[in-house]
């Protein structure tokens, strides 16, 4: 599979043109990138693909994940409310479990967003049991394209509804490191 199956056209002139601009820019992925990987031909053949997903909610890390190694580490915000997992829809927490990557929206609120398959048939039947309904809408997603706080507010505070969010240029190597049904492990 290629990166050019993942995305819309349109968005593979923005993404090349963004992981040029990463090269002279300095990265904010705490394992960066080969200078190498800049540099090729090809933005497919610079950037390996994950087959995992790991969240650590604790540590505030994401880590895209190849063969149990780890290809990438990024820092991200969570929930307002991000310890324990979700448990219905308006509680400002982050699920925690075994989800898979779905639907990619170049066009959403937030600067790209992949969405998380949350609520799965034992979230929702938790939900129910309560009398509530589990929510949903969970996404990896950058930065909002309409800001309404200082950049400072979003790189250092958990301020999503529930959602993973991460910088502009971290989600640009999340979109393209990971194919459709990528499994994500949310954990505490």
């Known amino acids: 599979m290629t990166i050019a199956t993942l995305m819309p056209r349109n968005i593979v002139a923005l993404v090349t043109a963004s992981l040029v601009l990463l090269s002279a820019a300095p990265l904010r992925a705490e394992t960066p990138l080969q200078s190498s990987a800049l540099v090729s031909s090809s933005v497919e053949a610079a950037l390996p693909l994950a087959d995992k997903i790991v969240v650590r909610k604790a540590e505030r890390k994401l880590f895209l994940m190849s063969n149990g190694a780890a290809l990438r580490t990024f820092k991200i915000a969570l929930g307002l409310r991000p310890e324990g997992h979700k448990q219905f829809e308006g509680d400002f927490r982050t699920p925690e479990g075994s989800y898979r990557l779905t639907r990619?929206?170049?066009?959403?609120?937030?600067?790209?967003?992949?969405?998380?398959?949350?609520?799965?048939?034992?979230?929702?039947?938790?939900?129910?049991?309560?009398?509530?309904?589990?929510?949903g809408a969970i996404m990896i997603h950058g930065q909002p394209n309409t800001p309404k706080k200082s950049r400072d507010y979003y790189a250092n505070v958990d301020w999503t509804e529930g959602c993973i969010a991460v910088s502009n240029s971290d989600m640009v190597e999340i979109w393209l490191m990971t194919p459709p049904d990528?499994?994500?492990e949310i954990l505490p």
């Open 104 to 135: 990619r929206n170049p066009n959403s609120e937030y600067f790209l967003s992949i969405q998380v398959d949350y609520p799965n048939e034992q979230d929702m039947r938790r939900a129910r049991a309560q009398g509530l309904r589990p929510g």
């Open 182 to 184: 990528t499994p994500i």
